[in-house]
């Protein structure tokens, strides 16, 4: 079950015309709903006005090289909500921050030290920050998109 | 769920910005955990906007590091409703037939994620019931002691003092209930509690456009904002039947009831049920055309005084007396006492 697409989406960003020399970075939340539909059960993405806990939400950041250039060393930092809980699925490639976006690393490999002293592994609430580090050079125009989920606490 | 607490902190930076480079393409085992991830225990107070913005940083060809900010997407959190109810007696609350404001205790709790009334129900004709409890009152906890205090818990009245609890707190409930006389040993009955979001109650879901907490949105949770539970009384009843025997002993050595002969009277108590008898006492007047043989007076084998003293026992106004106190279910006591047949 594949849920996110692969990515990086070679496709241009609706509406992004202007020429600021930059990468546009928008980012914008969705919530997933379980519908029926036909008799069948569906999850749909919403435009959320209000949440509430337990509601789970799909935050996806977009990107565009709008420089006109190659760049290089492209890294999207995205700090989890303090209202939201990370749910361990995020686009490929993602590294995650459990100490306020100090260090990172691949969620397996980073470990907590509890109040007794003892050490267990990190799990997804633990997260604090993600991060992508985009391999190798981005083209003029290159558009992508990278997501995870969260459930509001 | 595991909550984040600033007590534990993250050990060795594994990584650093952009050491290690992962492809996007590279094949991740994070796509592939488990979607069910419940929420924290704490939950997200009613009113809390959620912000998210991401920033990225990339090198431009000449190697000057550029930062960058998305927009930022806000989302307000709004009040979801739910409610528990549970006994807070440890088990079936014993009472007595006709006893008068017997009281069971409930914790009512705010489930939800903002401040919240609720009206509270209570009902003593539930179905299975042994008996009918009458409800005299609902009672709020006022000092939070978890005892009912008449004086200070004032009675609760719907729709006046619907308590206000705070998310994810409690208050302790009191239902006074009166108990019907002529009930039998171990009649059960429960009297049930029921607490209703005042905002609004429904199936999962249901929603109250702009009457949450801060001025959003409320909806119910998966309590339907409408929970009910019981408590149990059980009657604790004892009763007591006394059987009277006698033997005569005659002078000669015989069993004849005549003149001068000796009568023993033996007096069995038995008690049964579950409950006790406060303040028994046993008791019997001496026949007329008998006299009383004094120093006669025994309990279960034991020689009772028959001045009222210490002893359970006293002979006065021809009548012998033995005060056996509070007496248990399934208890036996013999009382005897010698007459002479005039």
């Known amino acids: 079950m594949k849920i996110f697409p692969v990515a990086i989406i070679a496709l241009s960003l609706a509406g992004a015309a202007q020429a600021a020399p930059t990468v546009e970075l928008s980012s914008k939340i969705q919530v997933e709903k379980q519908l029926v539909v036909n008799g069948k059960q569906q999850t749909v993405l919403r435009d959320p006005k209000p949440v509430f806990p337990g509601d789970r939400l799909v935050i996806t950041i977009s990107y565009r090289n709008a420089t006109g250039k190659p760049v290089n060393d492209f890294v999207v930092n995205n700090p989890v909500p303090s209202a939201v809980q990370f749910t361990g699925e995020a686009s490929p490639g993602v590294q995650v921050s459990i100490d306020g976006g100090r260090s990172f690393g691949p969620l397996s490999t980073l470990k907590v030290r509890k109040a007794d002293g003892t050490i267990r592994a990190a799990q997804p609430v633990d997260v604090t920050h993600l991060r992508w580090v985009l391999a190798g050079a981005m083209a003029p125009g290159a558009t992508g998109s990278l997501s995870f989920r969260g459930v509001v606490r | ?342």
Not at chain 2, 22 to 29: F, K, N, P, Q
Not at chain 2, 30 to 46: C, D, K, Q, V, Y
Not at chain 2, 233 to 245: H, Q, T
Not at chain 2, 264 to 279: C, E, F, I
């Open chain 2, 1 to 342: 769920m595991t909550k984040r607490t600033h007590s534990e902190r993250a050990l060795c930076p594994i990584l650093t910005r952009p050491g290690l480079r992962i492809g996007l393409a590279a094949t991740s085992g994070l796509g592939l955990l488990s979607a069910a991830m419940p929420a924290s225990a704490e939950l997200t107070r009613a009113g809390v906007v959620i912000n998210n913005t991401a920033t990225a940083s990339f090198d431009d060809p000449t190697g000057t590091t550029t930062t960058v900010q998305s927009n930022t997407v806000s989302l307000r959190v709004d009040e979801l409703l739910d409610v528990a109810v549970a006994s807070a007696n440890s088990g079936d609350v014993a009472t007595r037939p006709a006893v008068q404001g017997e009281v069971l205790t409930f914790r009512v709790t705010n489930a939800g994620n903002g401040e919240e009334n609720f009206r509270l129900t209570a009902n003593g004709a539930v179905g299975g019931n042994g008996f009918t409890p009458a409800i005299v009152r609902i009672a709020i906890d006022s000092d939070g002691d978890g005892l009912y205090d008449p004086a200070r818990d004032v009675a609760y009245v719907a729709g006046t003092n619907d308590p206000l609890i705070a998310p994810e707190s409690s208050v302790t409930v009191f239902v006074i209930a009166n108990i019907p006389a002529g009930l039998s040993d171990a009649a059960r009955a429960a009297i049930s509690l029921q607490a209703q979001a005042v905002t609004g109650t429904g199936p999962a879901g249901t929603t109250f456009a702009g009457r949450g907490t801060g001025g959003g949105d409320a909806i119910t949770g998966a309590t339907t904002a409408d929970r009910t539970a019981s408590g149990f009384l059980r009657v604790s009843a004892a009763s007591v039947e006394v059987i009277k025997s006698a033997t005569v002993a005659d002078q000669y050595g015989g069993t004849a009831p005549v003149p001068g002969a000796t009568i023993t009277y033996k007096l069995v108590a038995r008690t049964t049920g579950s409950g006790s008898l406060a303040n028994l006492r046993l008791g019997d007047a001496i026949p007329d055309g008998t006299s009383y043989v004094a120093e006669s007076l025994d309990l279960d084998g034991v020689r009772l005084t028959d001045a009222a003293d210490s002893d359970a026992g006293s002979f006065a106004a021809n009548k012998v007396t033995a005060t056996l106190g509070t007496v248990p279910g399934g208890a036996q006591r013999v009382l005897t006492f010698k007459v002479k047949i005039n």
